[in-house]
């Protein structure tokens, strides 16, 4: 199968460079100012490679491959169907659900976005990846993940994918950014947390709102979640 060449986006100074800054100068002095510069160019080169993507929905899960293969089957298939409706499918660019979910993306015909993290073991872009950007910081990726689109959905994930879903979630509840839907695939999976959430969180400690718990939305399958998706853009709750 033939697939685009990602159009690299990289940062604004090269790895090298990068690590140079990150290291003591010759004199031993901290090199902390030249750390938030780059800092400070991820998040410029990432909201610019970002903002023409006027429609867009990010597509979380696990890069790994224990998950049963429905996940994958799920991802690659709502992302099918979203990318047919219009939507740029955004996603951490690896491989797993994030691959099923550009694959899903590619096969439609849509635009596929991959925001790689830069790791010591290199993370490489999946192949159906149209348009990358690269990140050495977790948290300038996650940002850029959060804030790019009108519909976040959360596949099964391991402990990056509950810290995306978690950090939106207390974003949207102290209202830090607008509220968008939260759709989490596979019952399954999410029942029990979900479960656990209503019952020690709110009901024993009241550590959340009642109201918190319905800042999300729980869908079995690709097919229910793209129901509930274009029910919730007929009611006008994605703020396209």
């Known amino acids: 199968m033939q697939t685009k ?6 940062a604004l100074i090269s790895q090298l460079e990068s690590k140079r800054l990150f290291d003591k100068d010759a004199n031993g ?7 938030v510069f780059t ?10 490679f970002l903002r023409h993507h006027k429609k ?7 890069a790994r491959s224990g998950f049963p293969e429905r996940a994958y089957r799920d991802a690659r298939l709502l992302a099918h169907h979203l990318a047919r409706d219009g939507f740029a499918v955004i996603t951490g660019g690896g491989p797993g659900i994030m691959e ?16 790689n993290i830069k790791l010591k073991y290199e993370q490489h872009v999946n192949e159906y990846v149209t348009e990358s950007a690269d990140f050495q910081y977790f948290f300038v990726r996650k940002t850029m993940l959060s804030l790019a689109s009108q519909i976040c959905i959360f596949f099964p994930g391991g402990y990056g994918t509950l810290d995306e879903l978690f950090d939106i979630l207390t974003l949207i509840q102290t209202e830090k950014i607008p509220r968008v839907p939260l759709v989490l695939v596979n019952k399954e999976y999410w029942t029990p947390l979900l479960a656990w959430i209503e019952e020690h969180l709110y009901r024993r400690n009241r550590a959340v709102e009642e109201k918190d718990l319905g800042l999300y939305y729980l869908a079995d399958d690709a097919d229910e979640a793209y129901r509930l998706i274009r029910k919730l853009v007929r009611e006008k709750k994605v703020p396209l």
């Open 5 to 10: 060449t990602p159009k690299n986006h990289g």
């Open 100 to 115: 099923a979910a550009n694959r899903g993306a590619h096969e439609a015909g849509g635009t596929s976005v991959g925001l």
């Open 39 to 48: 800092i400070m160019s991820e998040f410029v080169n990432g909201f610019e």
């Open 29 to 35: 002095q901290d090199a902390t100012p030249w750390k």
């Open 56 to 62: 867009a929905v990010t597509i979380f899960g696990s």
